[in-house]
């Protein structure tokens, strides 16, 4: 079954195209990457899957929902689709427990006690149990990446988007995080959408492979064949020059 | 000393009055403030217009003429006393001054926290009041202070329509001892019995939540 469809989709910034006719179908438990130089539009992309940009031609179905429809429940949808961005975007004002038990508190109606083990056993897998009162400042860029994961799973989500999870990470936190969205991706019920430039976690995870470049999906290939014999040419020049340093 | 002596239950009860009148005020300004703050940063662009114009209208006009406006004009319709259009006066001209206050403390947190929240499954009121409003109140603490003390010195503006208040205390005590001069240093250190101590407890405020981030 899919679980992100985008029909002909077109968005614009005033004059700007920032996504040019994009189709894509992303089925459930898939795992897919989305690469691309610098303002091709593939964060415009992942942002659109769960409203915080809006498109203005085509359809784009979630979960069975149509984005472009005026009537549909925005926060529904948000409920079943996790969301983790390049700047972390913690709760500030939040203990770390607390930035993970807040929505399923608010949104899902979780009883509290119940809440609170499942945000203990999130922080435990991500390796925060030990900074469960601490607040966001006092995290290091990965821990608050972590910290971030957990609170995206503690909705348990049918998918999660990934914006560039790893590109404010110092080099030597990079690799936890990346652990950790590996674990995840294991899950097999669990949709995966990532916008990232390792393209070792690709290789590794990934089942397919989304090229873009200027607003357009250039190539979509299985991870293997992406990475082996790339069709596009400026597929190619891009992981000539991303896999050479 | 002897005049305090005499007068002190006259003074007594304007500083309850004034006491009164100010607590009333800002605990209405706030929400009023903080709704009318609200109201200029959302989507809907009618509500927008209607935060912008609250907005002019009571800051740009001098407290005093609100404060006639509704002792004069209003109270024909609505029966209300000295002290009762006073500190609606008072309470509608602060809260234009507290919604610019907060909507630069909403505006001043990062965008990132309303996206962080919205992704999140939060609806925009409850990531207005768990997110974005706590951390703006932090940020605009210090101005928020201003106007909270500039409140209790502006509600002096109930003498002028029978607010029985601390400076209409005053000044009925230099009315009728002629004592002007320790009359008013009177009146003003009552003022300050109120004004310091927030003073300080905003001071102390501010290097709670700057330990607490």
């Known amino acids: 079954m899919s679980m992100i469809e985008f029909k002909n989709v077109e968005k614009y910034y005033g004059n700007f195209h920032a996504l040019k006719n994009v189709n894509l179908t992303i089925d459930e438990g898939e795992t897919v990457v989305l690469i691309g130089p610098s303002g091709s539009g593939k964060s415009t992309l992942i942002r659109t899957v769960n409203g915080l940009e809006e498109i203005e031609e085509g359809q784009l179905l979630v979960n069975g929902f149509d984005l472009h429809d005026p009537k549909t ?16 975007n913690l709760y500030d004002n939040k203990t770390t427990l607390e930035n993970v038990m807040l929505a399923p508190r608010l949104v899902l109606k979780r009883d509290e006690a119940e809440n609170k083990k499942l945000a203990m056993e999130l922080l435990e897998k991500v390796g925060l149990a030990d900074k469960a009162a601490n607040m966001p400042s006092e995290l290091s860029g990965g821990q608050k990446q972590r910290a971030a994961i957990a609170r995206s799973l503690a909705m348990q989500p049918k998918a999660l ?23 995840i991706a294991k899950d097999s019920s669990m949709t995966m959408l990532v916008v990232t430039h390792e393209m070792s976690f690709a290789k590794a995870v990934a089942d397919r492979v989304i090229f873009m470049a200027e607003g357009e999906i250039l190539e979509d290939s299985t991870t293997k064949e992406f990475f082996e014999k790339p069709k596009e040419v400026r597929a190619q020049k891009f992981l000539s020059q991303v896999e050479h340093h | 000393m002897a005049l305090l002596q005499n007068n002190f239950p006259t003074f007594l009860q304007g500083f309850g009055y004034t006491l009164l009148s100010s607590i009333i005020a800002l605990i209405g300004s706030m929400i009023l403030g903080t709704g009318f703050a609200i109201m200029q940063i959302v989507p809907q662009k009618w509500a927008q217009v ?17 404060t006639f406006f509704f002792f004069l004009v209003v109270s024909k319709y ?10 609606v006066a008072l309470m509608l001209y602060t809260s234009a001054f507290i919604a ?45 202070g201003n106007q909270f003390i500039n409140l209790v010195k502006n509600s002096s503006i109930l003498a002028f329509v029978g607010g029985l208040d601390l400076m209409y205390q005053g000044n009925m005590v230099a009315a009728n001892t002629f004592d002007t001069f320790s009359t008013y240093i009177i009146v003003a250190i009552f003022y300050l019995i109120l004004t310091l101590p927030l003073s300080y407890y905003i001071q102390h405020l501010e290097r709670k939540l700057k330990r607490a981030l």
Not at chain 2, 50 to 66: A, C, K, S, T
């Open chain 1, 73 to 88: 429940d925005m926060n529904r949808i948000r409920k079943n689709v996790g969301m983790v961005f390049q700047h972390f």
């Open chain 1, 161 to 183: 988007l990934f914006d560039e999870p790893t590109s404010a990470l110092d080099p030597e936190m990079v690799g936890d995080v990346l652990d950790v969205m590996r674990d």
């Open chain 2, 50 to 66: 209607i935060g912008n114009v609250y907005v002019q209208v009571f800051r740009n006009i001098p407290l005093l003429i609100i």
């Open chain 2, 78 to 87: 609505v029966k209300m006393s000295g002290f009762t259009s006073g500190t």
């Open chain 2, 100 to 144: 610019e206050t907060v909507r630069a403390g909403i505006l001043a947190v990062d965008g990132g926290q309303m996206e962080g929240a919205r992704a999140n499954g939060l609806s925009f009121g409850q990531a207005m009041q768990y997110i974005i409003l706590p951390q703006a109140f932090r940020i605009a603490l210090p101005s928020l």
